[in-house]
């Protein structure tokens, strides 16, 4: 069965700098990697949505595939304190209609 | 964009009792789904409906029944709750598999 792992687990950076996060999957073959923000509080907000080797924007969010790797990334350009949460990366198997969720990784971003 | 709203939001039950979470969506999804998250798994899916009157299991059903009585709403009955199941639920509609809207959790714990 598909397995989904993120790194790190947690992560600090400062308000403006760029911050990195990483997924590897288990299936090559996966066709829907999706990341999700989730505050405290809050359900979980799709962010970036990819379904092909290459980049994907939306906003200050990025997404970078490489199925080759078994890896898709999130890049979060000038991080603000309000995107302080945990991102959730979601991997799709072709065949599968089922989202495999990561473990997270918790973003604080110090003014 | 989809409202998905569950009660209650916090929930403190005994070992051996029995507790109902409930959603409700108003965005005439045909497909709701249960999920829980624990720390180090992400999300695991316990139990999905394709519409009213059905239930289907997800990949941790055990312990975990579920009702869908009317297109909006869609519960989750632990007969017996247990402390493993103390847990942070999530329920989500969506329709076709493609997006699934996410509510805000319900935060359980079975002392």
């Known amino acids: 069965q598909q397995k989904v792992q993120q790194s790190p687990e947690s992560l600090t950076v400062s308000e403006g700098a760029m911050a990195s996060l990483n997924c590897t999957f288990s299936?090559?073959?996966?066709?829907?990697f999706r990341w999700y923000r989730q505050h405290s509080a809050k359900g979980l907000e799709v962010l970036v949505s990819?379904?092909?080797?290459g980049e994907k924007e939306e906003g200050r969010f990025t997404a970078h595939l490489n199925r080759a790797n078994l890896h898709v990334s999130l890049h979060i350009r000038e991080p603000q304190p309000s995107d302080s949460a945990v991102y959730l990366c979601?991997?799709?198997?072709?065949?599968?209609?089922?989202?495999?969720f990561g473990s997270g990784t918790q973003l604080t971003v110090m003014p | 964009e989809a409202a998905v709203t569950q009660s209650p939001r916090n929930k403190v039950a005994v070992t051996g009792g029995k507790v109902t979470l409930s959603c409700n969506q108003t965005?005439?999804?045909?497909?709701m789904y249960w999920y829980r998250q624990d720390t180090g798994h992400g999300l695991r899916l316990i139990h999905y409906?394709?519409?009213?009157?059905?239930?289907e299991k997800g990949d941790i059903p055990d312990g975990y029944k579920a009702s869908r009585p009317s297109q909006e709403n869609f519960s989750l009955i632990l007969e017996l709750a247990t402390p493993s199941q103390t847990s942070v639920y999530f329920c989500?509609?969506?329709?076709?598999?493609?997006?699934?809207?996410f509510g805000p959790g319900t935060r359980l714990t079975v002392l």
């Open positions: 965005n005439n999804h045909n497909n």
């Open positions: 299936d090559g073959t996966s066709n829907n």
């Open positions: 990819i379904f092909s080797d």
């Open positions: 989500a509609s969506g329709e076709g598999h493609y997006e699934q809207y």
């Open positions: 979601a991997v799709r198997s072709s065949g599968s209609w089922q989202l495999i």
């Open positions: 409906s394709y519409g009213a009157g059905s239930t």
